[in-house]
């Protein structure tokens, strides 16, 4: 089965509140962690990366945060608008076995209030 | 630079006929990804190709379904004999090469099996 999962399948908050959408993993040789934001209708959107040799990544409004203690990524959106309504996924890169592959779970649906 | 290419955006096919889906990379991308998005759903990885080769296919059904990426061309996932299971979105992905690099998503094609 899928070894990365989210806590909440949906999120509603106010315009300009901020957005923590969280997510874990299980595998815990994997280094590389991806958030993807995905609008109704259109494929994944890459938000921000993580690798393991980091525990905090900040991008244009959006942070991701890593603990690797406890298998856990978490993506905080900054000032949220209405335009951040989409399911977001976190997506672990799986090596195994010569192959290497994105691992999805199944996304936490933002909804952003006016 | 176009984006990861994917046609037909919409496809419908009567139970029995073949389904035919297209995918074209990012320009100097040479790994593929096919995953398959039920609504509501994560994406569940399919396969990983290279220029002529399968190197992950892990995630294909055993039958009806295959998946190439030709020297020329586009990777083709083809699926033979559809059943109304098939009805998804299927998207492609594509990467420049592995270690922890980012993929890059097509809009994906919706099948309808009818």
């Known amino acids: 089965g899928e070894s990365v999962g989210l806590h909440l399948p949906t999120l509603s908050v106010q315009e300009g509140d901020n957005s923590i959408i969280n997510c874990a993993y299980s595998?815990?040789?994997?280094?590389?962690f991806i958030w993807y934001k995905q609008e109704s209708g259109k494929g994944p959107q890459f938000i921000i990366d993580?690798?393991?040799?980091?525990d905090k990544r900040q991008g244009q409004r959006v942070t991701v945060l890593l603990n690797k203690t406890v298998k856990h990524l978490s993506l905080q959106i900054a000032a949220t608008q209405p335009g951040d309504s989409a399911v977001y996924f976190c997506?672990?890169?799986?090596?195994?076995?010569?192959?290497?592959?994105?691992?999805f779970g199944k996304g936490t649906k933002l909804t952003v209030n006016p | 630079n176009a984006g990861v290419m994917q046609n037909p955006r919409h496809l419908v096919r009567r139970r029995g006929q073949e389904a035919r889906l297209r995918c074209s990379p990012m320009?100097?991308?040479?790994?593929v990804y096919w995953y398959r998005q039920l609504p509501e759903e994560g994406l569940k990885f399919m396969v990983y190709?290279?220029?002529?080769?399968?190197?992950?296919e892990s995630g294909m059904p055993k039958e009806r379904f295959s998946a190439e990426f030709p020297k020329e061309g586009p990777s083709i996932l083809r699926i033979q004999q559809v059943v109304r299971g098939d009805s998804a979105a299927y998207f492609c992905?594509?990467?420049?090469?592995?270690?922890?690099?980012?993929?890059?998503f097509g809009q994906g094609t919706r099948l309808t099996v009818v």
């Open positions: 992905a594509s990467r420049y090469g592995t270690q922890n690099t980012e993929a890059f």
């Open positions: 595998n815990s040789a994997s280094d590389y």
């Open positions: 993580i690798r393991s040799n980091m």
């Open positions: 997506a672990e890169d799986l090596t195994q076995g010569g192959s290497e592959k994105l691992v």
């Open positions: 320009k100097g991308h040479s790994h």
């Open positions: 190709l290279q220029k002529e080769n399968i190197i992950d």
